[in-house]
């Protein structure tokens, strides 16, 4: 039996692709930011940390963009838009809502505390729909 060292490479590769793809995806675990994405959907996202590689500066995100920070007010990340930038005593200070939800996230955010920024393509946000239900099925969400 010969080994082929070229196949193994192109699985190698594959997997690499698959592996790097599939941190770039957030499963939407709740209804807060419907219309815009709903349950189970999949957001794709750019990183402000990958492997060292920043792939976006999260003290550069604008009101209108929608990411993923960590909450002080919930154990997983939230994914939410920035609807407004303030200064406090000389810190930029985030206020960030749910498209869905009456008020407000119940604390400003700083940069340090957005670790993602969800990818928009000609101004839409990129989506899959529904895809995502699986993922969450199989967590007990």
């Known amino acids: 039996m010969e080994i082929d060292f070229k196949e193994i490479a192109s699985y190698v590769i594959i997997l690499i692709i698959v592996l790097i793809a599939a941190q770039h995806l957030n499963v939407v675990v709740s209804g807060s930011m ?6 189970g959907d999949i957001v794709l996202v750019e990183k402000a940390n ?3 590689i920043n792939e976006f500066d ?7 963009d929608v990411v993923v920070y960590d909450a002080a007010w919930y154990d997983e990340p939230v994914i939410h838009r920035i609807i407004n930038i303030t200064d406090i005593n000389g810190t930029t200070m985030y206020v960030i ?11 400003y955010v700083t940069s340090d505390q957005i670790q993602e920024k969800v990818v928009t393509f000609n101004d839409n946000l990129v989506i899959i729909p529904k895809i995502g239900y699986l993922s969450l099925w199989l967590r007990g969400l």
Do not use: I, M, Q
Request: glycine fraction near 12%.
């Open 34 to 39: 419907e219309p815009a994405f709903y349950r």
């Open 50 to 52: 990958f492997l060292g």
């Open 58 to 64: 999260p003290s550069a995100v604008e009101v209108g």
């Open 97 to 107: 809502k749910g498209d869905n939800n009456d008020k407000a996230d119940p604390y």
